[in-house]
Every structure is written in C-alpha cells, then in structure tokens.
C-alpha cells in the first residue's frame, strides 16, 4: 500500500500543476454532489432566489388603509371593478381544479381579476414561491399582516392588499395550478384570485406602519382629548400619522382636513366603534383612502409607544398573602402576567425561573416565589399540596385544542418558535396530546376543588374584551384601577411573546380519536365549572 501512495507523492512532486489541477476537480464535483442533493438553493426554474421571501410590490410606495366596505355585502369589490360580473362564480376555468377555501370562515372567493405589473390590482406586500405556493399559505399569510385581501397570480405568486383596484373578468382566465397543490388553482398570467379575509378579532389592519382602529365619534371636549392638531392642505393618512408620530402621539385621528394627535384617555377611549360609513369622505390627497369629517373620525395608531403603563416595580415591603396566577402551559399565563404587570405596575414573581423570561424584561423570574414582594406568581402546578400553599389564584383556562399546540410548539420550539414538521408528524405529537390532554382537564378540577378562593378567566374572553376582563382581574387582586394604565395597556398588548402565525399548520393535527378524547374533557370541565355556578367553557371550545 505505501509503494502506490509514495509513486503519487513523487508524481504530484514533480508535476505541482496537475496537483493542483487535482484538487479543482475534487472541489468541483463535491459542489455538483451538494447542490444535486438539495443542499444548495434550486435554480431549475430561474427564480428559485426568490422563493419564500416576502418583500414590497416594485412600484411607488404609495400604501392603502382599511376597506371601507361590510361584511356579506355585494359592494366586497369597487363599484367600477367589472359592473355585472357574478363575484360568486364557482366555475374556475378548469375541470377538476377548485378555490379552496372559497366560504370556510376564514377566506371568501372573490373572484378573478386582472392585474398589471404597473399598477397592481392589490397593493400590499407580496409573496413568492415557485415550488409550494397553496391557497392556504397565500390568504395565512396576508392574514398575519393585517390585509383584507389576498390574491394568487400565475401559480406561485401572492398578492396582499386592503383594496382591490382592477376590474374583474372571466373565472376561465385564473386557470393555473397552484405550484403546492395541484387540486387548486392560483390565478393566471396576469391574473388574480382574490380572497377577502375573515380577519380574527387580533388581527389589525394596517397602512404602512399604522395600525387602523376604526371609525369614531368626535370626543365632547376635542381639544382636551386630542392636545395637538393642526389643518392640513391636501390631508392624507400618510401626512397625519408622519405629523402625529412627529409631536410623538401613540394615536392619529382624521377630521377631513384637520388631523389630531392624542393618546388614548376616558375622553376618547376608542371602545364605542362607529358605522364606518359614517367616516366616508375621501382624502384631498389621496384616491383611495378616507379622511373621516367634522363629526366622525378616522383613527390610527403610531408607532410612537404610549410610556404610560412601562414603569414596574417590586413591592416596597413584604406582602402576606400569596395570589397564584395559575394555568396549564400553553394557556396564556405569560401573556396575562405581561398585562397585570403593565396595568398594575408592579412585577409578578413566578414558582419557576426562566432566563429567557428574565432577559425579555419579566424580572421577577429572578426572586425565589415565597419572597412576597409581588402581587401575584406564575404557575402551572396542579397538585392539592401545590395548591393549598396560595390564599387565592385566578385561574387561566383556554381552549384545548389551542393549549396543546401551542405548548407543543414551545416545548419543541422556545416561547415564540415553532414545533418542527418532524415533530409533527412523527411520534412526538401523538404522545404529547396523550400525555397533556388529561392534564389539561386535572389542572383546572384540581385548581377549582382546592383552591382557596379563585376567579376563572377564560383566555378567549380576555382577547374578546381586554378592558373589562384585565379590571377585574385587578380589582380581584385589591388594587386600584387606574383607567389611564389599562388604555395604554390596550395598545401594546402583545408583549414579546407573541407567536407569529406565519408557519401555522396545514393541516389538522388532531386524529379522530384524539378528538373523541379531548370533546370528553371539555365536557367534563364544562361540568365542573356549572356546578360552581360559574358559566361553562365558551362556545368556541365546542367540538369543530
């Protein structure tokens, strides 16, 4: 074996070119191996670079506030878009192909429309991938961003928007397959499909960087609610919310040609929504968008942050009661501490201790639980002996099947990640529900059994009607409310650990069977919860 190896040594010796010619040729065919398995980003199709990356429509950047249209209404698309075309048309153009999700209660199929690079039919950010586009991606997607539509143009492109701005034409024009589901179709060359959104309560719609809150009624005393405004010559959304993000106002609100900046206070809270309709009046500098008027104003919020309700602390001298701020994992407990501790200012402490926590800001995680310079502790414990050591707890409850996944995801993915597709689909999930579904019923028949004395909040309702609901949550504790703090509290509600929906399943996780089980367990804690003379689990945990 050495004779043949030390013949190479003293060729390569002699002839150093061919050395190095040598190891080119290795190099290069290692490269071919790698990108042949996958491992390097495709380009069969000339546009694999662009796959999955999201990123603004080439045109000028000029952006699109809320809709103005209702629910359910034959006006879902602009008058001048295509007069006496059928929105509703199921025929899609090809046999066999359907829309998925044309009525489902998330999306609506509008229908197709055409679309010029120029001037774009949906206006938004847009989305591209040239290998696994589904409808379902497309309208998630513009979802998470807070779009009223979403559009699918040539098999593999997304397009997001609040209005559509094209005419519609003939449902045999949007007859391209969609690139992740052949059973689908995604628009056409220079066609769109268009969905309108069913947007969840928490979804906001945007223009830009502002989020749009609504229509309202101008506050009695408007100069006392909103300190700062001024007239401005042809008023656009962009013109008020760059002058109020400028005097660092959290809230813009247009008046026709007036623009007022302000915060949210009792004077003007923004609970008492009105009719859109009655905000209906064009901008003088913009086709597209409406400035409110005298009487009723188009709001927005900044992106200025409202330092109202940041400050906290720890509490001066030891307490001694201890209130149990309890849940199952996956419940929402996080997200309810962040709230009190920003309406209350004071910091929660926690049984446990996490880092990540600690370094988001939750600096209670640092003091031992028995310390008693909090308000309240985090935990997810359940046993009598566990239980038996608070004097009083508000206890979290969310719906099942909503608690599993996003535990799931947090085991598998941290607080704001997400559970592989491995994981998923392999043995991990099927253990999980089998193990945690249980728990999730115990833990709120323990909690209601050995409690001392215990307020139910339901995690459901707590998005529905933060206000309400966070008030009681502090009145429980015996605190004063301060009305100012849970505004402010409205407006950054989120806190940094709010899961993306952007790589939401596409698909149902849960089996029959799992289903079987856990509907048992609703109804179980539904029971329970009836018996104590409290209201049962909300309807949205009701078998789907």
């Not at 929504?273 to 188009?298: K, P, T, Y």
Request: charged share 25%; hydrophobic share 35%.
């Amino acid at each position: 074996m050495a004779r043949p190896l030390l013949k190479i040594h003293r060729y390569f010796r002699c002839k150093p070119v061919h050395f190095f010619s040598f190891i080119l040729l290795y190099l290069t065919a290692g490269s071919l191996v790698f990108l042949h398995s996958g491992g390097g980003s495709s380009t069969s199709d000339g546009l694999g670079l662009l796959g999955r990356v999201f990123k603004e429509t080439r045109r000028a950047p000029q952006r699109f506030g809320p809709p103005w249209m209702k629910k359910n209404r034959a006006q879902d698309v602009p008058e001048w878009a295509g007069r006496g075309v059928d929105h509703h048309t199921r025929s899609h153009g090809a046999k066999g192909k359907t829309t998925k999700g044309m009525d489902d209660g998330r999306a609506k199929y509008i229908g197709c429309y055409v679309d010029d690079t120029q001037k774009r039919a949906l206006r938004g950010v847009s989305f591209f991938d040239y290998k696994k586009m589904t409808v379902f991606r497309c309208q998630d997607n513009c979802a998470e961003r807070g779009y009223l539509y979403a559009g699918l143009e040539f098999g593999a492109e997304c397009y997001c928007g609040h209005k559509i701005q094209a005419p519609n034409v003939s449902e045999s024009e949007c007859n391209m397959e969609c690139k992740g589901e052949k059973s689908n179709l995604c628009g056409g060359p220079k066609r769109l499909s268009i969905y309108r959104l069913e947007l969840s309560q928490e979804s906001a719609r945007r223009y830009g960087s502002a989020i749009f809150k609504g229509c309202f009624k101008r506050p009695d005393n408007v100069t006392l609610a909103l300190p700062a405004s001024a007239v401005i010559k042809n008023m656009s959304v962009d013109k008020c919310v760059d002058m109020c993000t400028e005097k660092e106002f959290s809230l813009a609100a247009l008046a026709g040609e007036k623009c007022h900046c302000g915060f949210p206070t009792p004077l003007f809270t923004l609970h008492d929504h009105e009719d859109e309709e009655l905000c209906l009046q064009r901008c003088a500098g913009e086709d597209f968008e409406s400035c409110g008027n005298i009487d009723f104003f188009v709001v927005y919020q900044t992106q200025v942050q409202d330092n109202r309700c940041l400050d906290r602390r720890f509490l001066p001298s030891r307490t001694s009661g201890t209130v149990a701020l309890a849940s199952f994992p996956g419940a929402g407990n996080t997200w309810a501490r962040h709230l009190i501790e920003l309406a209350t200012g004071w910091e929660l402490l926690s049984y446990y201790f996490d880092g990540s926590l600690y370094n988001k800001g939750f600096k209670g995680e640092r003091d031992h639980w028995r310390s008693g310079r909090t308000i309240c502790i985090k935990t997810h414990e359940s046993g009598r002996k566990e239980i038996e050591a608070f004097d009083a707890s508000i206890l979290m409850i969310r719906n099942p099947y909503k608690a599993l996944m996003a535990e799931f995801n947090r085991k598998y993915g941290g607080h704001i990640g997400f559970a592989s597709q491995a994981h998923w689909r392999g043995t991990e999930w099927p253990e999980f529900v089998k193990n945690y579904a249980p728990w999730w019923a115990s833990h709120t028949l323990d909690w209601l059994k050995y409690g001392k004395k215990v307020q139910v909040v339901h995690f459901e309702d707590l998005k529905r009607d933060l206000f309400s609901r966070l008030k009681g949550m502090i009145i429980f504790l015996g605190l004063e409310v301060s009305e100012d703090r849970l505004l402010c509290v409205e407006g950054q509600k989120d806190g940094n650990f709010k899961r993306s929906g952007l790589r939401k399943l596409e698909y149902d996780p849960y089996t029959a069977e799992m289903r079987a089980t856990i509907d048992g367990l609703i109804r179980t804690v539904d029971t329970a919860l009836r018996k104590r003379n409290l209201s049962g689990v909300p309807e949205d945990y009701r078998p789907r």
